[in-house]
């Protein structure tokens, strides 16, 4: 069933916080999905937010989820293949943990530092700090947890988990590979969504997250896309009030900036002040021209908001 995008009484499922997800404005991206694609891919998978709505909505036919890190994508192959012995470990943890979440957290993040355990995985990013995942210099998790919470309840987790994998079952494909390779897949009758987790709304010297990635290099596969005639769409940089981060895709790539609003900073409030997030989006020229054949939407510049552009109709 396809539901409409904008309806709020309806609650797209989601198995894990993560830092960085676009939980919040994805249904804000998909306005500038073509009303129908064969398939979605998604390079730079993390939480997959963007595709779970994708597919809750019926914008795509087919999905393929690539990841760098191994744990994350042995996480999602189990939610999507194995989702009842996924809910029930994770029930386990929760129940066990109850009493001395502290020192629990710390015995699980060990065990999975050796075992690489999905169900491990899961449990750490439903109690850790900002749903963050971070290494140390060993390849080891080592995010603190918070101690304020005592993750997703299993009720709760187990519905996500199921009905996540009921809207990926038999239409999706998952990749462990370089992101290059996940780009190798996509058509012209494809979108590509985009959210590269080395740069965005962050104030790092070197905000790289997978070695090798450089601006550059990526500027160059994005080029490479333009020639490809694929549409996609890349979320990249952003500002926060008046302070930007992020470098600005070059003009030659002839991309469409669109700035979202992301609501207000969390760390702006944190420091009694209150500042608007905007995420930027980068539309390609072959999404800009599938989107002005699609009747009787069009895309209108909303002046109330620098640069926002969205559908006349949803």
């Known amino acids: 069933m396809a539901f409409k995008i904008g309806d709020r009484d309806m ?16 249904k804000s991206i998909l306005r500038f999905f073509p009303d129908s694609s064969e398939g979605l891919i998604e390079p730079f998978a993390g939480s997959c937010a963007v595709s779970i709505a994708a597919a809750f909505f019926s914008k795509a036919k087919t999905f393929i989820l690539n990841d760098s890190n191994i ?8 939610i999507i293949k194995k989702p009842r012995e996924l809910a029930t470990q994770y029930r386990i943890l929760w129940i066990e943990q109850q009493g001395n979440e502290r020192s629990y957290y710390d015995a699980i993040r060990k065990d999975f530092n050796k075992s690489h355990n999905p169900a491990f995985l899961l449990y750490l990013l439903a109690r850790c700090v900002k ?10 998790f080592n995010q603190s947890p918070d101690n304020r919470r005592k993750g997703m309840h299993p009720d709760k987790m187990e519905a996500n988990i199921y009905n996540v994998s009921e809207l990926f079952t038999g239409k999706i494909k998952l990749l462990n590979s370089d992101y290059k390779e ?15 987790p080395y740069q965005g709304v962050c104030n790092k010297r070197d905000p790289r997250y997978i070695s090798g990635l450089t601006f550059s290099n990526f500027v160059n596969t994005l080029n490479e896309l333009n ?6 769409i890349l979320s990249y940089d952003g500002r926060t009030g008046n302070k930007t981060y992020g470098k600005p895709m070059p003009k030659s790539l002839s991309l469409h900036k669109i700035e979202i609003n992301a609501g207000p900073s ?4 944190l420091l009694g002040k209150r500042s608007l997030t905007h995420e930027a989006l980068y539309l390609s020229p072959a999404l800009i021209e599938r989107l002005k054949d699609i009747e009787p939407r069009k895309l209108i510049h909303q002046p109330r908001q620098l640069s926002l552009f969205e559908y006349a109709q949803v």
């Not at 744990?71 to 189990?78: F, G």
């Not at 749903?131 to 210099?137: A, D, P």
């Not at 969390?266 to 409030?269: E, G, K, L």
């Open 11 to 26: 609650i797209i499922p989601h198995p894990f916080p993560y830092q960085g997800s676009k939980r919040n404005i994805a």
């Open 182 to 196: 996940a780009l190798k897949l996509a058509s012209s009758e494809d979108i590509v969504y985009m959210d590269p």
């Open 131 to 140: 749903g963050s995942i971070r290494y140390n210099s060993n390849g080891e």
């Open 227 to 232: 020639n490809r005639n694929i549409s996609f």
């Open 266 to 269: 969390t760390q702006a409030t």
């Open 71 to 78: 744990a994350l994508m042995s996480l999602w192959d189990m």
